[in-house]
């Protein structure tokens, strides 16, 4: 069983900036690919950001592309978001999971196979 935790989220005025954190404890991490989804109310999970195992493959959501920035430690286990230029529509809960597809990331929330509680970003315009 893997456990998955984010933090970092928080209330910030638009075009502000807020990094995630996701920490996963419970067995080797660095093989396996991470994510980030969001949701906000009476909506789907939708995909944010992955990155693969090794760092060398990241993928970006067309609404978050050139503002929003994944990486990883793997020395430290920690997925980081590095969320810039911030807008109302930004807000959400955000999610990180790990898991993976044959393409080596997750892109679907099918592709998860475990999943952080959330924490809240709140962008104010």
């Known amino acids: 069983q893997v456990r998955v935790v984010e933090s970092g989220g928080g209330l910030v005025q638009a075009g502000g900036s807020l990094r995630l954190s996701c920490t996963a404890s419970g067995r080797t991490f660095s093989p396996y690919p991470m994510a980030w989804f969001r949701q906000t109310s009476g909506k789907e999970r939708e995909f944010v950001a992955t990155?693969?195992?090794?760092?060398?493959?990241?993928y970006y959501a067309d609404s978050v592309k050139d503002r929003f920035t994944i990486s990883r430690d793997n020395a430290e286990n920690t997925v980081y978001l590095q969320m810039n230029s911030l807008k109302p529509e930004d807000t959400a809960v955000y999610y990180c999971?790990?898991?993976?597809?044959?393409?080596?990331?997750?892109?679907?929330?099918?592709?998860?196979?475990?999943w952080g509680q959330g924490t809240q970003v709140t962008v104010s315009s």
């Open positions: 990155i693969s195992r090794t760092g060398g493959i990241t």
């Open positions: 999971a790990s898991g993976s597809n044959r393409n080596g990331v997750i892109t679907t929330t099918s592709d998860a196979w475990f």
